[in-house]
């Protein structure tokens, strides 16, 4: 497994481990661990998380296998995001979900994520979504007192604009190591309005959510979905190589250095994954899924 420096003597795996699907997965603890050491094995060693997932209790189930294996936790990045306000059971008194970016709530966040994963520090915190009332000193000021007591290492962001991730850089000392976005055949907006080249433009790897369009892409029935399945499976013949593999392969294509991020809890679903980074594919295979997606030829 390539793996892909982020910050000084700071590396990813090219391909990461979602965790936001793992209550859907109805694990054990000790099965959990199991599934955690078998991804290992494959090389997948970062993890991605956020304080939401599954009603904010996702870190909590996964702090209980690092509890049963806690030698994990050394083989292992860790992320996990903060700054959605859910409307959820555990916090009756908020009556619309929105953004908080305060000091007050990262710090408390944290705080709550290092409690529920079990660990005292935590490798990469992201900003989860960019929040039009986010104060760019505040946060700033917020990310030193987190670093400076070892609970963060390192921070970056998820679903920035190329102006967004300016602005909050421009106020930090340290470098923002990831903005982590959407991309998939389904939705090739990052590769439109300028984020990927923002990125490439600034040598930051982005993290990729949803590669297979959260599974839409083998089974809806809309007429975009319908074309990109076509093509994929004519792609997938010619490669010799399952559908999902030639979206990674297709990912993987884009020259900003893209981290694919895996949301099945399939194991042999996570092999084949990793076996796609040997695909290759053309500019011309690559533009057919272009072509596909958006019902048009190139301009
Ligand atoms: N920053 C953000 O705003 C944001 C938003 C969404 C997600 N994320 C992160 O990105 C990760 C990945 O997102 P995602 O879960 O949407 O990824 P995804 O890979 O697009 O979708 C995963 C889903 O597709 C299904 N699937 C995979 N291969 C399949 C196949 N061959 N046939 C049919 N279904 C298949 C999986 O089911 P099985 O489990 O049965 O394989 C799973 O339900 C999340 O875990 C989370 O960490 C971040």
Not at 36 to 43: P, S, T, V
Request: glycine share 6%; aromatic share 8%; net charge negative.
């Amino acid at each position: 497994m390539r793996r892909i420096q982020l910050a000084d003597n700071f590396t990813f795996s090219q391909f990461i481990q979602g965790y936001w699907r793992l209550l859907d997965w109805d694990l054990t603890p000790v099965q959990l661990v199991n599934f955690a050491k078998q991804h290992i094995e494959l090389g997948v060693t970062t993890i991605d998380h956020a304080d939401i997932y599954g009603d904010y209790e996702c870190e909590a189930v996964f702090g209980q296998a690092l509890k049963l294996a806690p030698e994990l936790r050394q083989q292992i990045e860790l992320v996990t995001k903060c700054d959605i306000k859910l409307v959820s059971d555990k916090n009756p008194q908020r009556q619309i979900g929105h953004y908080d970016t305060s000091a007050a709530h990262i710090l408390a966040s944290v705080d709550a994520s290092l409690t529920n994963l079990n660990t005292d520090y935590i490798d990469v915190l992201l900003l989860h979504r960019p929040d039009p009332l986010m104060n760019a000193d505040e946060v700033a000021e917020a990310f030193n007192q987190l670093q400076q007591a070892g609970k963060v290492r390192h921070f970056g962001v998820s679903n920035f604009t190329p102006m967004q991730f300016d602005l909050l850089q421009s106020r930090l000392t340290g470098k923002l190591v990831t903005n982590q976005v959407e991309f998939n055949p389904m939705n090739m907006q990052c590769s439109a309005d300028g984020t990927f080249e923002h990125l490439q433009m600034h040598k930051v790897a982005p993290m990729i959510w949803s590669c297979l369009a959260g599974g839409r892409i083998f089974g809806e029935d809309s007429a975009q979905a319908n074309r990109v399945r076509a093509t994929l499976t004519q792609i997938a013949e010619e490669v010799g190589a399952g559908i999902d593999q030639v979206i990674y392969a297709w990912v993987l294509k884009m020259p900003c250095n893209p981290l694919p991020i895996i949301g099945s809890g399939n194991i042999k679903r996570i092999q084949t994954a990793v076996e796609s980074s040997a695909i290759k594919l053309t500019n011309e295979q690559w533009f057919r899924v272009w072509v596909a997606s958006n019902g048009h030829n190139v301009p």
